[in-house]
């Protein structure tokens, strides 16, 4: 199984910045499509993002489209989400997943293998 560990959360005003990083394990990185997940307090998890294997292909919801931007380094085993214009409604804990089944330019909604999770809070 690949291991998946996220970092990068923290506190942000309304309006600034968050980087996440997710740093997967072994040399076969690549294999797999990644995504982003969040759930907030008292809330399901939802779907943010996912790329590629290939990094071609990235899906958003439509609520952080334009802000956020996922993107993948399979040299250095991570995948990143760049997280500008930062909301309120963005307050949640941030999820990394990975995909087995995806084909090289295929992102599919179905995941594998989870992350611990890492808060993302911001204020008003």
């Known amino acids: 199984q690949v291991q998946l560990v996220e970092s990068g959360g923290g506190l942000a005003q309304a309006g600034g910045s968050l980087r996440l990083s997710c740093a997967g394990s072994?040399?076969?990185?690549?294999?797999?499509?990644m995504g982003w997940f969040r759930q907030a307090s008292g809330k399901e998890r939802e779907f943010v993002a996912a790329?590629?294997?290939?990094?071609?292909?990235?899906v958003y919801i439509d609520s952080v489209k334009g802000r956020f931007t996922i993107s993948r380094d399979n040299a250095k085993n991570t995948v990143y989400l760049q997280m500008n214009s930062l909301k309120p409604e963005d307050t949640a804990v941030y999820y990394c997943?990975?995909?087995?089944?995806?084909?090289?330019?295929?992102?599919?909604?179905?995941?594998?293998?989870w992350g611990q999770g890492t808060q993302v809070t911001v204020s008003s």
């Open positions: 997943a990975a995909d087995r089944n995806a084909a090289w330019d295929e992102v599919l909604y179905e995941y594998d293998y």
């Open positions: 790329i590629s294997r290939s990094g071609k292909n990235t």
């Open positions: 072994g040399r076969t990185f690549f294999n797999y499509a």
